[in-house]
């Protein structure tokens, strides 16, 4: 039997959770984990234009299988990989950070190298890049099978980044020690459970809800991060319990169930019916941990009453003063699935698909774009949502039965969407994958156009045209220059991006999107569209609602 080396067996094993895939682009101090990426039976290496990029698609591959690999190589590109990975720390996704360093026989002799700082300080950057995850580890052959273990345990545990470093020359040095094989992450028990805390939060909540005359839940993200998003919405379905979601939490439920009930998020929640529902009820089941950052609750204006509210974490659950340690989120919801009795009443409320506007020559406007977009999504499908004005209007969108969504609202990284949605494609295997991103956040990184089309990978992109930072607009006051974007022709980018069989417009009109609609349908490969949309459309909100989410001005006397 051949003894693999350190970069052989740390890829190998993290490809034991099921991840095919490894984002990257190759360095010199990296070559060992490159070399090793080539290597590795079922493993494929995806360059992507920058680390950044990277970082993103990882961040969408993780999304769709539980966990992602990324390597970069030391200094420059692990620096540069930090926004993207810190936004998966953010919403909660294992993406294994792998990063190769100079050789230890350079470290000491002293020798200064490229990527430093003019010094022999070789772990300057650890720090940097260890902060945007919640484990790390230096690899060598003597520690390589125990450390690995101990930080997919934490990885998983935390479900947040991790990082490893590997030298090009440890990289390339064999394993000491006996190599563990691994199970797919599936069948992973990421957390355990103390019996007397979980009999004791499970007995609480049973009770909770028995005594609720009006409860609701609102479920989170974070059930998918974990694995359960299956039994939360068997527990949910089973109890007929009217289930709201944050802008956070966009296409967590199959909002073709009738127990969902819309968008919950203050005042700008889907529909008043729906913010009533939820504040009115005596018991908020918070699954997964609400985030209340100011988008997500309608520039807090949609706080919840901390004391109807019991929410079930990933490890702790809390009712009111009472707070039940070291017991998971599987065995919480596995636990009261089967115990459960509760059914409750159906909420009443109507949800709708939006309504159809305009026609013909009419000119494009959101109005008339995102209706029509709803139409053409099926069960299976993906919709990748960037972060901006486009986000507002899809989060309140009624999504078909079985189709999913992936946002980046709590990190809110403009750019995300265009890489995550390569990272989407390539871990789905069956649907298929549509993006949505105004065209300020798409040129940060659209050359990953051409990864997606040296790769074969057929999302159906929609690039929204107002010649602005739209969402910056809509946050500040009109007319200033840093608003304004460069001009570019998008549709034109496929072909110069070297995309074969990709359909690519541009629409202004509503009949040439109905048009355009219809070819993507019967087209079997990419899509690529420019959709026109008229900048008057990006009005500032009122000064008062900006300043609630800002908080700039002084407050008035009394």
């Known amino acids: ?103 230890e026989r350079i470290q000491r002799q002293g020798l200064v190298t490229h990527h430093n700082l003019g010094d022999t300080v070789y772990d300057r950057f650890q720090a940097l890049s260890a902060a945007a995850t919640c484990v790390s580890a230096v690899l060598t052959p003597d520690n390589c099978v125990e450390e690995l273990e101990r930080v997919i345990r934490e990885a998983l545990r935390q479900s947040m980044p991790a990082y490893l470093v590997i030298s090009e020359v440890n990289g390339g040095q064999p394993v000491l020690g006996q190599p563990i094989i691994g199970v797919p992450l599936a069948a992973v028990k990421r957390q355990k459970s103390v019996p007397e805390e979980l009999e004791a ?42 289930t709201a979601l944050t802008p956070n939490d966009k296409g967590t439920m199959d909002e073709g169930m009738p127990q969902y009930v819309g968008l919950n998020a203050g005042n700008l929640s889907s529909s008043k019916a729906v913010r009533d529902l939820v504040n009115n009820a005596d018991l908020v089941l918070d699954i997964g941990g609400i985030v209340t950052s100011e988008l997500n609750t309608g520039f807090w204006t949609g706080p919840y009453d901390e004391s109807k509210v019991l929410s079930i974490h990933d490890s702790w659950v809390r009712c009111g003063e ?47 774009f995102y209706p029509r977009l709803q139409r053409r999504l099926r069960a299976g499908d993906t919709l990748v949502i960037e972060t901006g004005t486009c986000m507002t209007h899809l989060n ?29 494609a390539m871990a789905k295997t069956s649907g298929n994958t549509w993006m949505v991103s105004g065209d300020g956040s798409h040129q940060l990184t659209l050359n990953e156009l051409a990864v997606m089309g040296r790769y074969g990978v057929r999302p159906r992109i929609f690039v929204l045209n107002n010649g602005l930072y739209g969402i910056e607009d809509v946050i500040s006051e009109r007319g200033h220059d840093y608003d304004d974007l460069a001009p570019v022709n998008y549709h034109l980018l496929p072909q110069a991006f070297g995309c074969r069989n990709w359909l690519s417009a541009r629409v202004s009109t509503v009949a040439e999107l109905d048009q355009v609609l219809d070819q993507i349908d019967a087209h079997d490969g990419a899509a690529y569209i420019e959709v026109m949309i008229p900048n008057e459309e990006s009005q500032p909100m009122a000064d008062a609602i900006i300043d609630r989410g800002y908080k700039l001005r002084t407050p008035e006397v009394g």
């Open 1 to 103: 039997m051949t003894i693999p080396t350190v970069a052989h067996y740390a890829l190998t094993r993290l490809s034991q959770l099921g991840i095919d895939r490894i984002f990257g682009v190759p360095g010199d101090y990296a070559f060992a984990i490159d070399d090793a990426a080539e290597k590795v039976p079922g493993l494929s290496w995806v360059a992507s234009t920058n680390e950044l990029n990277a970082a993103y698609a990882a961040d969408g591959y993780a999304r769709i299988r539980g966990a992602a690999m990324l390597s970069t190589t030391y200094g420059v590109g692990e620096l540069s990989a930090i926004n993207g990975v810190m936004g998966s720390k953010a919403h909660r996704l294992p993406v294994f950070h792998l990063v190769g360093m100079p050789s």
């Open 201 to 242: 939060a499970v007995q609480t909540i049973l009770l909770r809800l028995d005594t609720a005359k009006k409860p609701v839940a609102v479920l989170t993200h974070l059930v998918s991060r974990y694995g359960v998003r299956d039994t939360a919405l068997a527990l949910i379905e089973k109890a007929n319990l009217p």
């Open 322 to 368: 009472k707070v039940f340690i070291n017991v998971a989120i599987d065995d919480v919801l596995k636990t009261l699935h089967e115990r459960l009795t509760l059914r409750c009443a159906d909420h009443g409320l109507t949800l709708e698909p939006p309504a159809l506007v305009g026609s013909g020559e009419d000119p494009m406007a959101s109005a008339s």
């Open 396 to 424: 309140k969108v009624l999504l078909p039965p079985g189709v999913t969504a992936e946002g980046q609202g709590l990190w809110g990284s403009i750019g995300w969407a265009t890489p995550a949605c390569l990272g989407v």
